[in-house]
């Protein structure tokens, strides 16, 4: 009997110590990411440093189907992710609209932003183009729209989109995007 009742306790101690490991990780999970940035995004030579913004190998096409019948639906997407906690900083995803065939970009950034400031979206030295952040949740923020036809030749030959936005201290944070394999991608998906 004696031995039964160290095992429970054995037990007991067993599933404690796990579930305050799993609580805690957690706690971790929901915590606030950290600060995305109290200063602007180095410069591309430093974005391998720890913490700082990295982007995906180049743009990414993709198609698919709901069924065999079903018109091919295709997208092609960026991202910039920090390298240290691998947090997605910046998704941009761009398809072709079904109905008007003309392209249609969303955008995925982090929690913690200036909402009313919105983001701005500019190819090189070109203008900027404004968006309005719709909704967040727990992955972040997303804003949408659609791609002018003088936008959408700027991406092609440009060389690189710069993604900006404010965080909740008013600092400007600015994402470079490469776009020297846009137009590949671009002509896939069309």
Not at 23 to 41: D, F, I, S, V
Request: aromatic residues 2%; proline residues 8%.
């Amino acid at each position: 009997m004696l031995m039964q009742s160290r095992l429970v306790v054995l037990a007991a101690a067993l599933l404690l110590s796990t579930g305050a490991a799993h609580a805690q990780q957690g706690a971790k999970k929901h915590a606030a990411p950290p600060a995305l940035a109290a200063q602007p995004t180095p410069a591309p030579t430093h974005q391998q440093a720890e913490g700082a913004p990295a982007q995906q190998p180049g743009w990414i096409a993709r198609c698919s189907s709901v069924s065999r019948d079903a018109p091919l639906e295709c997208a092609m997407e960026q991202n910039a992710v920090l390298t240290k906690t691998g947090q997605t900083v910046v998704l941009i995803n761009i398809r072709i609209a079904p109905d008007t065939r003309t392209p249609v970009a969303l955008l995925q950034l982090p929690l913690g932003l200036n909402i009313p400031i919105g983001a701005k979206l500019q190819v090189d030295e070109g203008k900027t183009v404004d968006l309005q952040i719709q909704t967040c949740e727990n992955r972040g923020c997303y804003a949408s729209t659609p791609i002018a036809p003088d936008l959408l030749a700027a991406l092609k030959s440009g060389k690189q989109l710069k993604v900006s936005f404010q965080n909740m201290a008013k600092e400007t944070i600015a994402i470079p995007m490469p776009l020297n394999d846009f137009a590949a991608a671009y002509d896939k998906i069309k």
